[in-house]
């Protein structure tokens, strides 16, 4: 989500006022649904196998104006980071694609090249939330894949995506839970409570921003085995990728409404904020810090470096400019993992806007936390 969806959030917490009540949210896991999150976890798994021979094609799917960063950057990284699969970003045009809520990465290839390189179509599609998800090129690629074979796997609100092509159609889904009664308006779509993904005849969905985590290591899991995404994992600093999740506790009530409505008014605090970035840098960690950072409303995130664009550890170019003197500066731990690196972040978010405005991008991120407190 960016502009358009918090203006729709403000719109939604207006009406909730108006209501008299916050928006609708599923009740909390029965014992049995928090205890099924392996279960569903084997049989997401097997229903991701691949269904051809030989070394797997994956393309993450692109708009080149505006994806959403994180969703396209971890699970490309991720799956690159395995070596179970040949990946690549894919969008209408080759070369840039601007990220929201910030950054730019340049080496995408375009449809018409992917397609003559892979006539038979890819595996798999990953499908990140798009400003525009409605572009008609990348609707009816999307489609087409689908339609030669390949599995779907909308990250987030990339199930918007996912649903205009028609892939939502009787089927069930997870899904952002900003974006649950917009999936709904699909023809006999089922949501899925207590889910971080669900696979419906080869379209999964998943929940909000940071479920690319474990659905990434759920595909790794499908092709390369479960000894392949536990060492990815144990490079992540995740400990589980099973299904489980706890709907009940994200949505918008009266105070969390309050919170949103004050931050928002609080123009003053708004700033820039540099990433000094060097050829290497972790994708996902890049990506989760500076998804946190934009998502309170308040910062605004670039790439620094001196020597200006710089490689990615998965192979893309991120587009970086020379840090100003007068802006505020972010590094990256490289002794951290990535999970923890966010948990750091979100921590500095605390430090400098309050309690609220941390809960309020974990909220926005659908992010449960690690169970790390903040220092002091």
């Not at 999970?339 to 405005?357: K, V």
Request: glycine fraction near 8%; include cysteine; hydrophobic fraction near 45%.
């Amino acid at each position: 989500m960016a502009s358009r969806a918090r203006a729709l959030i403000a719109a939604s917490i207006a009406s909730s006022w108006i209501a008299g009540c916050g928006t609708d949210v599923p009740q909390p896991p029965t014992q049995t649904e928090a205890a099924a999150g392996e279960t569903h976890k084997q049989a997401f798994v097997d229903a991701l196998k691949p269904r051809r021979s030989g070394r797997p094609v994956i393309a993450v799917l692109a708009s080149n104006e505006a994806t959403e960063m994180t969703d396209l950057l971890l699970p490309h990284a991720v799956l690159v980071r395995s070596g179970v699969a040949d990946v690549q970003v894919v969008a209408p045009r080759s070369g840039r694609v601007d990220l929201y809520p910030a950054l730019q990465v340049d080496g995408a290839q375009s449809f018409a090249s992917f397609d003559r390189a892979h006539p038979e179509g890819a595996d798999y599609v990953i499908v990140p939330a798009m400003r525009d998800g409605d572009v008609p090129e990348v609707i009816a690629w999307l489609r087409e894949q689908f339609d030669h074979g390949a599995h779907v796997l909308a990250v987030c609100s990339g199930a918007l995506v996912a649903g205009r092509a028609g892939l939502l159609d009787g089927r069930r889904f997870a899904g952002h839970w900003f974006d649950r009664d917009t999936l709904l308006e699909h023809p006999s779509a089922t949501y899925v409570p207590h889910r971080r993904y669900v696979i419906d005849r080869g379209v999964a969905t998943t929940t909000g921003i940071t479920a690319s985590v474990p659905v990434t290591l759920a595909l790794v899991e499908a092709i390369g085995g479960p000894g392949k995404a536990q060492a990815i994992a144990a490079e992540l600093g995740v400990p589980s990728w099973d299904a489980r999740h706890d709907s009940s506790r994200f949505g918008i009530d009266v105070r969390r409404g309050w919170q949103y409505l004050m931050n928002k008014a609080a123009f003053w605090r708004n700033e820039t904020r540099v990433i000094e970035v060097h050829d290497g840098v972790d994708d996902v960690a890049l990506a989760l810090a500076a998804d946190a950072w934009s998502r309170t409303g308040h910062v605004d995130v670039q790439a620094a470096s001196i020597s200006g664009p710089v490689t990615m550890r998965s192979g893309l170019v991120l587009v970086a400019h020379p840090p100003g003197d007068d802006r505020a500066r972010t590094s990256l731990a490289s002794s951290l993992t990535p999970i923890r690196q966010l948990d750091r972040t979100l921590c500095e978010i605390e430090e400098r806007f309050g309690e609220a405005q941390r809960e309020w991008v974990m909220l926005e991120m659908e992010y449960a936390g690690s169970g790390a407190e903040c220092a002091g």
